[in-house]
T-cell receptor
Framework: AQRVTQPEKLLSVFKGAPVELKCNYSYSGSPELFWYVQYSRQRLQLLLRHISRESIKGFTADLNKGETSFHLKKPFAQEEDSAMYYCALSSYGGATNKLIFGTGTLLAVQP | SQTIHQWPATLVQPVGSPLSLECTVEGTSNPNLYWYRQAAGRGLQLLFYSVGIGQISSEVPQNLSASRPQDRQFILSSKKLLLSDSGFYLC??????????????FGNGTRLTVT
């Protein structure tokens, strides 16, 4: 079954500390993975995608097929990083792209 | 540029009443459209998606239905609301032709409380 697991509901760190938001997936094919972010009073939006191998706002995520993980990392957290983060798996079939989301992790960066 | 509008932002409805949430997209043609529900502790659950006018696929059996009367309009409905229908409903779109790698673009959501 296709599934995305984010084991932490809340992650609290101090400003300047490293951040790692965990994401594990279950998918029989070749996965396409995304991280979405929702800042306070803003809509849910794409942060980064596996296919692009990009760094956005200092965040990176590496796909580890052996561990079936796609953890989101940032070396030095900033207060403005506080938000809800969702990991998502693209379940492509037929004519459309269905995203399967994890339950989300609330990142709180303390001053 | 493309924009997505979703309304109302909040809604309080009694059990047994009907529901209609509307979503429209501007600035693109023939988008894929989606309805998600965000429930506490359960993440985002895909309810319906549509690849074209009149074409609706349901992901989970439930008390809700969806319709797409126009290319860029997506409606979520119910004839009789249940308490369990309470939640945060998100509409989203993605462009056709690049499905697998396309991100979803979300609306601001509707907070539905069934009393």
């Amino acid at each position: 079954a296709q599934r995305v697991t984010q084991p932490e509901k809340l992650l609290s760190v101090f400003k300047g500390a490293p951040v790692e938001l965990k994401c594990n997936y279950s998918y029989s094919g070749s996965p396409e993975l995304f991280w979405y972010v929702q800042y306070s009073r803003q809509r849910l939006q794409l942060l980064l995608r596996h296919i692009s191998r990009e760094s956005i706002k200092g965040f990176t995520a590496d796909l580890n097929k052996g561990e079936t993980s796609f953890h989101l990392k940032k070396p030095f957290a900033q207060e403005e990083d506080s938000a809800m983060y969702y990991c998502a798996l693209s379940s492509y079939g037929g004519a459309t792209n269905k995203l399967i989301f994890g339950t989300g992790t609330l990142l709180a960066v303390q001053p | 540029s493309q924009t997505i509008h979703q309304w109302p932002a909040t809604l309080v409805q009694p059990v047994g009443s009907p529901l209609s949430l509307e979503c429209t997209v501007e600035g693109t043609s023939n988008p894929n459209l989606y309805w998600y529900r965000q429930a506490a502790g359960r993440g985002l659950q895909l309810l319906f998606y549509s690849v074209g006018i009149g074409q609706i696929s349901s992901e989970v059996p439930q008390n809700l239905s969806a319709s797409r009367p126009q290319d860029r309009q997506f409606i979520l409905s119910s004839k009789k609301l249940l308490l369990s229908d309470s939640g945060f409903y998100l509409c989203a779109w993605s462009p056709t032709g690049k499905e697998r790698y396309s991100p979803l673009h979300f609306g601001n959501g509707t907070r539905l409380t069934v009393t």
